[in-house]
């Protein structure tokens, strides 16, 4: 049988990115060493490193090399050096065409909170741990993308929008990460203000009654969602919702495990996935082995299981709980008492534990 080989494109970014993402590509070799696949890298620059090489957060060439490969590993972009840019010239800018272009609909961000870890949440034990959910969020319609859109000296305006489609597509990959999962839905809009939203919950309701009849779907309106995400997290499994409600509930559930650094995301649906961690760039910190590289090497596991990698994904999941819970942990994740390791160490007892899982036979 031929070895799997994939070939996937790292774009550091800027601050911590590529700290983080350095270590994430070491484990990733560890996985392709332990499980027998190959694997390739090319590294390019994204954000505030392209503008500040070529002008452009995101390059033609730079586009070109990800749409060529199996996916995309990404670090993070962004930072004060680039703030009074206009907007179509700003880092984010390029990762929002980066995920247009690689047509990346539905944004994947699991958030756990294991043992380890409860304790760090600025919410009590006995309320977060033992969460275990994933938000499903449209990532290429709605407000942000909407038209007409604009602003005069008196006013501003942009628009929501959403077709069937749309959301029918979205609600797929819910119900079917659901399947895998403990077999609920929460649908979150703003049906009692929002026409888009009536018709969000019209259409997930159909998808639901037609197609996955066997799983439980519940519907939220978003303020009552943000609510319970706080009040009692633990209720959630499968969470879906729009581009604009699911950014800003992600972001708060984000606050559960008490560390941006421990929360991984995943950009799929379309030509090729983009994995990156849900933290910035943290210029404040960049360079001095402070970053936590958890979120990128989960991002990592997230990346190899797209991939059909499912078992070497399951260890460098296995490697970050073995981590914490042995405390090889940077500054954000400590707790009185202990004493932080630095990125690379954590990067480094990863992927050491990933290559004392299950060899390849020879």
Not at 68 to 75: E, F, K, M, R, S
Not at 303 to 328: I, K, N, S
């Amino acid at each position: 049988m031929e070895t799997p080989h994939y070939h996937i494109v790292v774009l550091p970014g800027d601050g911590i990115g590529p700290e983080v993402t350095r270590e994430a590509v070491h484990v990733l070799e560890a996985a392709a060493e332990a499980f027998g696949f190959r694997l390739t890298t090319e590294t390019h620059p994204v954000g505030g490193a392209a503008i500040d090489a070529t002008g452009d957060p995101l390059p033609k060439p730079v586009l070109q090399a990800c749409l060529q490969a199996d996916a995309v590993l990404l670090g993070a972009v962004g930072g004060p050096k680039w703030d009074n840019l206009d907007r179509a010239q700003r880092p984010e800018a390029g990762l929002l065409r980066l995920r247009k272009a690689l047509e990346a609909y539905a944004n994947l961000r699991p958030v756990q909170v294991p043992e380890a870890l409860a304790d760090a949440s600025p919410l009590k034990r006995e309320v977060v741990a033992g969460t275990d959910l994933l938000i499903v969020r449209e990532l290429t319609g709605g407000i942000y993308f909407g038209e007409p859109r604009g602003r005069n000296g008196q006013m501003a305006w942009n628009t929501m929008r959403y077709t069937r489609e749309e959301v029918a597509r979205i609600a797929r990959v819910a119900f079917e990460w659901a399947k895998r999962r403990r077999g609920r839905v929460a649908s979150v809009d703003k049906a009692n203000v929002l026409e888009v939203s009536q018709l969000w919950r019209e259409v997930v309701s159909q998808v639901h009654r037609e197609e996955f009849p066997e799983l439980e779907l519940e519907h939220f309106y978003v303020d009552n969602a943000a609510m319970q995400l706080v009040r009692d997290p633990r209720r959630f499994d499968v969470v879906v919702t729009g581009n604009l409600f699911g950014d800003i509930l992600s972001d708060l559930a984000a606050t559960l495990p008490g560390s941006l650094g421990m929360l991984p995301s995943a950009s799929i649906g379309g030509r090729v996935g983009l994995f990156e961690p849900v933290h910035g760039s943290a210029p404040d910190i960049a360079g001095q082995g402070k970053a936590n590289p958890l979120a990128a090497i989960l991002s990592a596991a997230m990346l190899l299981e797209t991939l059909g990698q499912e078992a070497a994904a399951r260890a460098v999941r296995q490697g970050v709980d073995a981590a914490l819970a042995e405390g090889v942990k940077t500054a954000d994740l400590c707790r009185a008492g202990e004493t932080p390791v630095s990125t690379e160490a954590v990067g480094q007892f990863i992927a050491a534990y990933v290559r004392q899982q299950t060899p390849v036979a020879s």
